[in-house]
C-alpha cells in the first residue's frame, strides 16, 4: 500500500445507517519508513527491478599498475643478471692472478726438483766409485828408506810430508777440539748439519761475502778429496749427496782418521 492512500471503513449497521472513517499514522520522513512499516508490521516494498544505487567506488590499484609491475619487474630482472655478471667477472678477474702466481710455483717447484733429481744422478755416477775406495785415493805415506836397525834414514818430501797415524795414537784432545771447532755433531749427523749450512747461509748473506761453509768433517774430508775445493754451490750440493754414501760406507772413527 502507499503512504499518501487512507484507508475508509464504512461499516452500516442493521439499526440505521452509520459510516465510521479509520485513519492510518500521518506519513512519515522517508528515512523512517522501514520503522513505521515493521510498527504496523509491513514489510517494505522491494525496489524496481533495474534502479541501481549511486554508490563511491575506490579503485583498488590506479590505472596501467599491471603493465607498470611487468614492467618493474623485467628491469629488476635485467638488474640482477647484470649485477651476476659483474660478480662472476670480478671473482674471474680476482682468481686470474691467484691462478698465474700458484701456476709460476708449481713451475719453478717443479724445475727445482727436476734439476736436484738431475744433479743427484750425475754426482752419483760420476763420484760414486770414488766414495768406495775414498780410503784408497788419500794422498800416501812419503816414501821412506830405513836401515838394518830400522832407523830412518831418508824420506821423500817432494810432495810434502804424509805419515799415516792411526785414530789410537792420535790425542783424545786435539779430536776433541777439532770436533768442537768443525763438527759438534760429528758422531749424530748423516755427514751433514741441515742447521749449520743455514746458519752459515744466513751469516753469508748477512756480510755479503763467504765467511762460513756450514760444512761438516765428512763434507770436509769430501772436499778435500774427491770434488774439489771449488767455492761454488754445485760443489756444496754434491758434498751434501755424498756425505751420506761416505757415512754408510766408513765408521765416524774411519772418517775422523781419514780427515786429520
Known sequence: MSD???IEVLEEASAGEKTEILHLPARLPA???AA???RLEERPEKPPVGVYYEAPHLMTHPHGWRLRRHYKRKNL???NLRYALAEKIGTQWTLLPLAVISLAVIVVLTSVLVGVAGLVSATQERFG????TLADILP???LKMYDANGDLIYQMTSEGLQTTVPLSQISIHLQHAEIAIEDQNFWNNPGYDITGIVRAALDDLTHGRIVSGGSTITQQLIKNAIVGN???IIR???EIILAPQVTRYYTKEQILSMYL
Open 4 to 6: 499518501e492512500r487512507q
Open 31 to 33: 528515512n523512517s519508513r
Open 36 to 38: 513505521a512499516a515493521q
Open 77 to 79: 630482472h635485467r638488474s
Open 129 to 132: 766409485h770414488q766414495v768406495v
Open 140 to 142: 800416501k805415506d812419503n
Open 230 to 232: 771449488k767455492d761454488t
Open 236 to 238: 756444496k750440493l754434491q
